[in-house]
């Protein structure tokens, strides 16, 4: 950790000689008023602060008129440098005619009590922008208490407090996405551009949003049109052939609004610290024995290119206040390849067989989400999500390092329907009374080889949620929820090989489990001081249901699998200082996992198994602070100490999941040039990759290496319309890995211009 302090050191001088001609600049806006900070509370307060103002002043008049809050400066975000934006205040988009998808916050914070008893983070377009993220999982790597893993598939694992998306309600707008077979959804496949923000809710969040929200929420809110017309767009080169082109346009005219935006990503391949050494693996190849060879000798990472196509459009009308029906679309299209872990390798030998020596030829998604909401009555407001997603990907594996002699060639083919009917009632001024209905169809159809034919499996998710939100005394609110979930399997099919040549020899039936369903109480508290301070508590218990892979997959699936549940409780305060100038929130968690869901060991014949007890307790640290204009600085501390006390177990910790990480984020806009300095930080501590287990408890502990990255990102206004910025990540050239055996990217610099109008 010492080098990792020298260059945290380094960092931070290296900023502060670039800032130094800048001192006098510095003191002239600390004194002079007009540029002042205007008070910021931080996520989630001022939008509330407002709103339980206005309604603390109705309640001391008598009115008996519900008041609708209105924009003040204690409500509005401290000007384009906030790099997290308050809550319900988004900044750093208006300015290009985008804004904040409405229909897309299912729990819309500052009108609801709901998310504030949680733990709960918003990363704002402009922090997207400062950290120059290309897609959604990237955009999530400095939210506090979230990490995100990169590992076998070249595919992110974004997790909440260590429990992995599996255990996360992604949504977009809303509505749930994922492929069915994981349960989970690429985080990589969405493009930055396309984001306002994305709102994580951990713990406890409200049971409105449906199932399968065992370590919380993330929802991404797209942009949508904010001025009659708006043009904007980003082109980024790089080495490798890396390139990324992205355009989107929007408008209103009158009720009517549209929004489109089409963006291509794509590179050769990917820069691997100077600092990696060449390492050799074990390769068990088709045919032959066991042979030693280079799985990768540094430069650029081996069978690491990509490529990304994405369009999203969106068309709605407005008729009335309150009033909205839209229509969304996207169309994705991908193809990566797989860098192999630079560990032992394994190629399995049998037909049809499955190897780390691998690329996605093809990863495609579609779909069509109806997004509604109505007032019905002055107290009754009705929201409806409809939505119908297709998935198609096809992996071909080879069997060797050299990508030429193909192994087989797998592919899914999945779909996915459901609505959500979303209705929240006004008791009273003090009291909401909310109910919700989620059901989803999901069909998963596979097969190992082209030559196969499809097998099938089809279920149902459903749920029936109630929630009450009603205020006990002035200061203090309360909320209580209860949901129902169950999961049903309505079919499953295995196709059936030959173990001599691999031919098929016909199609089975797996074993059916019974309805599944769990019951999903939730409650809490959050009580407001006269000196900006909030106190807030919640208990809640969460769950997920086994994936369909887990319980059919022919690499260690199994049929009597239970859900996995987690008893997450919450306590914390946040408050604002120096006249809105600092904020600061401290929570401490804890998550007690019951039956959770893990394979014994790498090995295909091992399966998965409903283990006892984890318990998860910790810390969370968030705090933001705005000394001058031109300055803005933030920090997050994540301390989860997590232990495994299954019966039998082999090992008191737990995989994919780092005790310590600390990210900060420091903006400063220099005078006369306009330039903005975006430093971000991460420091992590070591991660285990893999443990001995219960019913393998010989298996080797595998450990990545804490390590601290640092980026930065130059941005230049070049003219009304136009940025100029240069990106340079991994500034240190750190050699780092998240997950045991796949080294992440080296520097990597990249150069861009934005456009808009």
């Not at 008598?62 to 308050?86: K, N, R, Y």
Request: aromatic share 12%.
């Amino acid at each position: 950790m010492r080098t990792g302090r020298v260059s945290l050191a380094v960092s931070m001088i290296i900023l502060g000689v670039a800032l130094a001609p800048c001192g006098a600049a510095f003191c002239q806006a600390a004194s002079d008023p007009a540029d002042a900070a205007v008070p910021a509370t931080g996520p989630g307060a001022p939008a509330a602060d407002a709103a339980a103002a206005v309604q603390d002043a109705t309640a001391e008049t008598g009115s008996d008129q519900a008041a609708a809050p209105s924009p003040s400066p204690a409500a509005t975000p401290a000007g384009p440098l906030s790099i997290i934006a308050p809550q319900g205040a988004p900044a750093g988009f208006n300015e290009s005619g985008y804004v904040p998808y409405t229909l897309g916050e299912i729990v819309v914070a500052g009108q609801t009590k709901a998310n504030e008893i949680a733990l709960y983070n918003e990363v704002s377009a402009e922090k997207i922008a400062a950290t120059n993220s290309k897609t959604a999982a990237e955009a999530l790597r400095y939210a506090t208490g979230v990490e995100v893993l990169q590992g076998a598939k070249n595919e992110p694992d974004v997790s909440i407090h260590g429990m992995g998306q599996e255990k996360v309600l992604v949504l977009i707008d809303g509505v749930p996405y994922y492929e069915t077979n994981y349960g989970k959804l690429n985080l990589n496949q969405i493009p930055a551009d396309i984001i306002a923000k994305i709102e994580v809710i951990k713990g406890a969040p409200s049971v409105i949003y449906g199932p399968n929200a065992e370590a919380g929420v993330i929802n991404i809110v797209t942009k949508n049109a904010g001025k009659p017309f708006t043009l904007g767009g980003n082109v980024e080169l790089g080495e490798k052939d890396h390139n990324r082109v992205s355009a989107a346009t929007g408008g209103e005219e009158g009720v009517f609004k549209y929004w489109f935006n089409y963006t291509h990503n794509e590179t050769s391949a990917w820069r691997m610290s100077d600092n990696f050494k060449a390492t050799e693996g074990t390769i068990v190849s088709k045919p032959g024995g066991p042979r030693r060879a280079v799985i990768d000798d540094g430069g650029f990472r081996s069978n690491s290119s990509f490529k990304t196509d994405s369009f999203w459009a969106k068309f709605g009308v407005t008729p009335a206040e309150d009033s909205e029906y839209f229509v969304n679309a996207y169309w994705i299209m991908s193809k990566w390849g797989w860098p192999p872990s630079v560990a032992d390798t394994t190629v399995f030998p049998d037909p049809p067989a499955f190897s780390q020596f691998a690329r996605f030829d093809r990863y495609d998604d579609w779909g069509v989400d109806f997004n509604a909401k109505q007032r019905i009555t002055e107290k009754f407001l009705l929201r409806n999500n409809a939505y119908f997603h297709n998935h198609q990907d096809a992996l071909v594996s080879y069997t060797d390092e050299d990508y030429t002699d193909k192994l087989a060639r797998s592919a899914y083919r999945d779909y996915s329907v459901g609505d959500s009917v979303i209705a929240d009632y006004d008791l009273t001024k003090w009291d909401t009374f909310r109910l919700a209905f989620h059901y989803k169809i999901d069909s998963h159809r596979e097969r190992d080889d082209s030559y196969l034919p499809f097998s099938e499996s089809l279920s149902n998710t459903g749920s029936v949620a109630a929630e009450n939100e009603f205020r006990l005394v002035r200061n203090l609110t309360a909320v209580a929820g209860m949901g129902w979930d169950w999961f049903d399997v309505w079919k499953s099919q295995r196709n059936t090989t030959s173990k001599m040549d691999g031919a098929f020899t016909g199609r089975r039936n797996n074993e059916r489990p019974g309805l599944k369903d769990m019951l999903t109480p939730m409650g809490g508290l959050e009580y407001r001081l006269p000196d900006t301070t909030k106190l807030f508590t919640s208990l809640a218990r969460k769950g997920r249901f086994p994936s369909l892979q887990q319980l059919y997959s022919s690499k260690g699936g199994n049929a009597e699998l239970d859900p996995e549940t987690s008893l997450n409780y919450t306590l914390g305060a946040s408050r604002s200082f120096f006249d809105g100038m600092a904020w600061a929130e401290v929570a401490y968690f804890n998550h007690y996992l019951r039956d959770y869901i893990s394979r014994d060991g790498p090995d295909p014949t091992n399966i998965y198994r409903n283990y006892g007890k984890i318990i998860m307790n910790g810390i969370e640290l968030n705090t933001e602070l705005k000394p001058f204009e031109r300055a803005a600085f933030t920090l997050g501390y994540t301390y989860n100490h997590a232990r495994d006390r299954s019966r039998g177990h082999a090992s008191d910790y737990v995989v994919d999941l780092p005790a310590h990480k600390i990210d900060m984020g420091l903006r400063y806009k220099l005078p006369y040039t306009e330039t903005r300095i975006d430093l971000t930080q991460q420091i992590t501590s070591k991660i285990f990759s893999q443990l001995p287990t219960a019913q393998d408890p010989g298996l080797d502990e595998e450990v990545a290496k804490g390590y601290y990255l640092c980026n930065v990102k130059f941005t230049q206004p070049l003219t009304r319309y136009l940025d100029g910025y240069i990106s340079i990540e991994n500034i240190w050239d750190r050699n780092y890995e998240t997950v045991y055996g796949f080294p992440q990217r080296g520097r990597t610099v990249l150069f861009g211009i934005d456009a808009k109008y």
